[in-house]
């Protein structure tokens, strides 16, 4: 089971306010969210198997009941088996959670052949790290530590021009999910990086990211040994896979996530396509008008 379709999750999402709601279908945790106009919808994140119809018709009772614009479905299959149709819902989407593509290790290699697998550059960072006497630690979720990293996060996040949560967000995050840790990166005492991470004996999974803009410190290539250690942590713990966390689709080379699809694949090759989304519309006009004002607003 995906931590995505776990109770504790939903718990998280609803605590941090990322969610209005939610509600088990059988076994399907579906959350309900704000759209606009007064509006909200059902959304079903990284469902795994096939659903049967009568999970469909309950799901469609819900969204009725709830008076929701729509109900859309992101899949996830590692094994890139991704033939899920649905009756009644169409392969779209109102918007994209998560990435259709992700880079993975398989965790049942050696440390050897996780090693091997990697592109040079990637084995020759890890080095560089060590040599530079990089080194990485867990950290106790506290309030100041999570505090420390939510500092950082926003200066990494001003100088890479993406999106961050609030910092009440990270802290329902950690302290929510007992399989979460903070790890860090610290030379000659000074603390270059904090990384946030799950782990599970499943699949154990690389989330948010916080590193120094300091050129010096940037050069130790801390990220790289992070990521090392995040891996030999997941395998400890008999996890079967590692997952990076979303990648650009592979021949979109001006993705938004391009450079940090280039970082992830220095340190594996196997890129997956985990996910598609489907979507069932319950109020079609409100839902046209929604989009079309979307699209108003981009230009």
Not at 116 to 145: C, F, H, Q, S
Request: charged share 30%; aromatic share 18%.
């Amino acid at each position: 089971m995906s931590i995505w379709q776990t109770e504790s999750w939903q718990k998280m999402l609803k605590k941090s306010g990322q969610v209005s709601d939610f509600f088990k279908v059988w076994n399907i945790f579906v959350e309900k969210r704000k759209v606009s106009l007064w509006e909200y919808w059902l959304f079903i994140l990284w469902l795994e198997n096939k659903i049967s119809e009568k999970d469909v018709n309950e799901m469609i009772k819900l969204c009725e009941k709830e008076k929701c614009l729509f109900i859309q479905i992101e899949t996830l299959n590692y094994d890139n088996d991704l033939d899920l149709s649905i009756n009644s819902f169409w392969e779209w989407y109102y918007k994209k959670f998560i990435t259709p593509y992700t880079a993975v290790i398989d965790l049942n290699q050696t440390e050897e052949e996780i090693l091997a697998k990697m592109k040079p550059k990637g084995r020759y960072n890890i080095k560089v790290a060590l040599k530079k006497w990089v080194e990485v630690k867990e950290v106790e979720k506290t309030d100041e530590n999570i505090k420390k990293y939510y500092d950082l996060m926003q200066q990494t996040t001003s100088r890479d021009n993406f999106n961050w949560n609030s910092m009440d967000y990270y802290k329902t995050f950690l302290n929510s999910l007992n399989n979460s840790k903070l790890l860090l990166a610290y030379v000659w005492e000074k603390v270059i990086a904090w990384w946030i991470f799950t782990f599970d004996k499943d699949i154990s999974i690389y989330y948010y990211w916080a590193s120094t803009s300091d050129k010096e410190y940037r050069n130790m290539m801390a990220p790289y040994l992070l990521q090392w250690e995040a891996v030999k942590i997941a395998k400890s713990i008999w996890s079967s896979l590692y997952d990076f966390l979303w990648v650009a689709t592979p021949w979109d080379k001006s993705s938004e996530l391009a450079w940090v699809t280039d970082f992830k694949l220095k340190l594996t090759k196997d890129v997956r396509k985990v996910s598609k989304s489907y979507i069932y519309v319950n109020k079609k006009i409100k839902y046209l008008l929604i989009n079309i004002l979307r699209k108003l607003k981009r230009k």
